[in-house]
């Protein structure tokens, strides 16, 4: 099978999508130019060009395709080729106004933008089907092909009635029968039980809160529908260039399709990542963001991933656009690489002049090629160039954060305890945590092989499968330490509570006899913990388990902090368990605790698992990352900072030797290998 490494072919790549439809052929020379001047090794063509393609139904137009990437291969360029499918021309939506997806009301979503397609829709999938057949057929022997890139960041999902007679398809596989559906869904609640397959609708604006199994499966089953678009394109462009890897970009921590289902039909694994520039250095929507996303398509590649898409400075579509300042696009490029990306590109190649997105930024912009971005652009391409050592290397995690779409799809529901609860947050949170203090993370699927992990968390899994809640039991039992965020393992895969509110298997693990209830937060609400420090979000009243049960398997818990203030004073908080005979830990955390005392209460965790940060002695604001043999050290402060070294060590950057320390400006990164003994340093 083709992969990430017959693209890359021992180089970092280094480009961005390139939209030569937009421009005159004069430009286009300009541009070769100018991606050569700038170590420019990869270009993303075609992503949003089906009505240049075909400007008429059956219609094709590819001698400008053929001029542009003619062009780029002479310039020894290679050419991410994009199907155009994300975005139909006109023409589909007014011949066939059925491609057109549908919103929960039964609205009409239009043309005149993009991504407006009905997955369902069997004449969408057929001309998606034509045009990407006859670009592969063209191009998929191309020289300059590397890499195909099918459609662009699948997410819309559709309510239409093409759409529910697919949905109910969809549902006869899953459950067989009728009873099976009406059982799993519990649609004796409300007078919802129904008679008939036909009577199955996606769930459409209703008067009032909809089923809550119905709304899952049909994220679940939107999921999917987008992924079989993406199935039949990637077999089409395979069928013509067996050795060219495929990929779609994902965006970053998107509910909007199951990411571990996606991840294993991919050849490479792509995402589009934009933190705002504008974020203090320990906002969660900053550097630590940019690391979350990173570490999750890691995970997701199981190996080196693709930044299909970043911004050289500005993006278009926050309130307020900040640019990046001089070295912050440097420093997110290479934080990309020290966790695993082996293709560092933009969105896009040159700044558009039209269209919806003119005022965001490009590798050049609008102020030309003697501008501050582009000199920025061009100082990466040459860094980048260097840095071959990396390609192909991976990075070790000692740490698993667990992650599951299901859980987050069921948990974001209306109905439940509390609507500021938002598993994303959450999840954010408890990564940030461990990333602040350099424990290297992978996350991982409830249902994967955690042997390997030291320490594994679940910052908050509302719904956990039977196969899941075995999977930890194994993994503690085997050793392992485990600590479970609140409001964890309560619903099976229907969102069917679980007998006695939390599952046995999970409680006997923690030591819980039982949760009495869920104790909400208000918004900007902090509860006293023992410790001094403060919970947020959510409070539980924890009933131990008999200390003096000793069965095999019962976990005895300790309190490591109660409730200090409000309601549930007194009462145990954050508890650690064990069971006889056995070597692993089970912690459990009933709130969500600021950062400060979550990153104490992992570091400790930690410390027990024998899970070690990178570089211990790193001051705060130092991000350290090894990759294979290489350390890589961010700073993240305004200001300068010194890191000590255990080893001598030189900055395949700077090309300097560092033998103790290294000095680290505003923005600053090193590369650093170790100084091989006997050199001097
Ligand atoms: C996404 C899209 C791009 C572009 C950028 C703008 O990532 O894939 O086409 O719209 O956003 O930030």
Redesign the pocket.
């Given at each position: 099978m083709a992969g990430l490494n017959d693209a890359t072919r021992g180089r970092l790549l280094f480009g961005g999508?390139y939209n030569p439809e937009q421009w005159p052929p004069e430009v286009w020379q300009e541009d070769v130019r100018l991606m050569r001047d700038a170590g420019v090794t990869l270009a993303t063509v075609g992503?949003?060009s089906w009505a240049t393609l075909e400007p008429s139904p059956g219609a094709r137009d590819f001698g400008w395709l053929d001029d542009v990437l003619g062009r780029l291969d002479e310039a020894g360029i290679g050419v991410c080729l994009a199907t155009p499918t994300a975005s139909p021309p006109p023409w589909l939506g007014a011949r066939h106004p059925e491609t057109l997806p549908r919103d929960e009301h039964g609205t009409v979503v239009w043309y005149g933008s993009r991504n407006q397609f009905c997955a369902s829709s069997p004449v969408y999938r057929e001309h998606a089907a034509r045009i990407t057949e006859d670009l592969a057929r063209r191009y998929g022997r191309h020289p300059a092909l590397r890499l195909w890139h099918v459609n662009?960041?699948y997410g819309t999902a559709c309510y239409c009635d093409e759409t529910a007679r697919h949905f109910r398809s969809w549902l006869r596989d899953r459950y067989g029968t009728l009873q099976a559906l009406n059982e799993a869904w519990g649609t004796a609640f409300w007078s919802q039980r129904y008679g008939t397959w036909d009577e199955i609708i996606p769930p459409r604006r209703a008067q009032y809160l909809i089923n809550p199994t119905q709304v899952l499966d049909f994220r679940r089953f939107t999921s999917d529908a987008l992924l079989e678009c993406f199935v039949a394109e990637r077999d089409i462009v395979a069928a013509h260039s067996p050795d060219v890897p495929v990929t779609t970009?994902f965006?970053p921590l998107f509910a909007g399709q199951d990411g571990w289902r996606w991840a294993a039909e991919e050849d490479v694994v792509s995402v589009?990542l934009?933190p705002d520039p504008a974020a203090a250095h320990d906002d969660a929507t900053g550097p630590a963001h940019g690391a979350l996303v990173q570490d999750l398509t890691r995970s997701q590649a199981g190996g080196p991933w693709m930044l299909m898409?970043q911004?050289a400075s500005a993006?278009?579509?926050r309130p307020v656009n900040r640019p990046k300042p001089e070295g912050l696009m440097r420093q997110w490029s290479l934080q990309a690489v020290a966790r695993g990306a082996d293709a560092i590109c933009f969105?896009?190649w040159r700044q558009s002049r039209q269209g919806s997105?003119k005022f965001?930024s490009a590798m050049l912009p609008h102020a030309g090629e003697h501008s501050r971005t582009f000199d920025q652009v061009r100082a990466l391409g040459e860094e980048l160039a260097g840095l071959t050592d990396v390609v192909g290397t991976t990075v070790t995690a000692s740490v698993a954060v667990l992650h599951e779409w299901s859980a987050w799809w069921a948990s974001g529901q209306p109905g439940r305890p509390s609507a500021a609860l938002d598993y994303p947050a959450v999840l954010a949170t408890w990564h940030q945590a461990l990333w602040e203090q350099n424990l290297t993370t992978d996350f991982a699927h409830p249902e994967a092989d955690l042997t390997g992990y030291r320490l594994v968390v679940v910052p908050q899994l509302y719904l956990l499968s039977d196969a899941a809640l075995d999977n930890l039991t194994r993994y503690v039992r085997g050793g392992g330490t485990l600590v479970c965020g609140f409001f964890t393992g309560v619903a099976d895969v229907d969102d069917r509570i679980r007998e006695g509110g939390v599952d046995e298997r999970l409680r006997r693990l923690l030591g819980i006899a039982r949760v009495h209830e869920w104790w909400p937060l208000a918004e900007e609400e902090r509860v006293g913990l023992s410790d001094g420090s403060h919970g947020t979000v959510w409070s539980e009243d924890l009933e131990l388990a008999d200390a003096a049960d000793d069965s095999e398997d019962a976990g005895r818990a300790e309190v490591i902090a109660a409730y200090a203030t409000g309601p549930l004073a007194g009462r145990p908080a954050v508890t650690r368990a064990t069971a006889a005979g056995d070597v692993g830990a089970a912690w459990y955390v009933s709130t969500l605790p600021e950062r400060p005392a979550l990153r104490a209460l992992l570091a400790e965790a930690a410390r027990t698992a024998g899970a070690t940060p990178v570089l211990p002695d790193a001051p705060a604001g130092c991000e350290a990352v090894r990759r294979g043999e290489l350390l890589f050290l961010l700073n993240h402060l305004p200001e300068q900072i010194t890191v000590p070294l255990q080893d001598p060590h030189t900055d395949l950057l700077s090309g300097q030797a560092h033998p103790t320390e290294v000095t680290l400006g505003r923005h600053g990164v090193a590369v650093l290998t170790p100084t091989p003994k006997g050199s001097r340093a």
């Open positions: 999508d992503v949003f662009n960041e970009n965006m589009d934009y898409e911004a993006v278009n579509w969105f896009q997105e965001h």
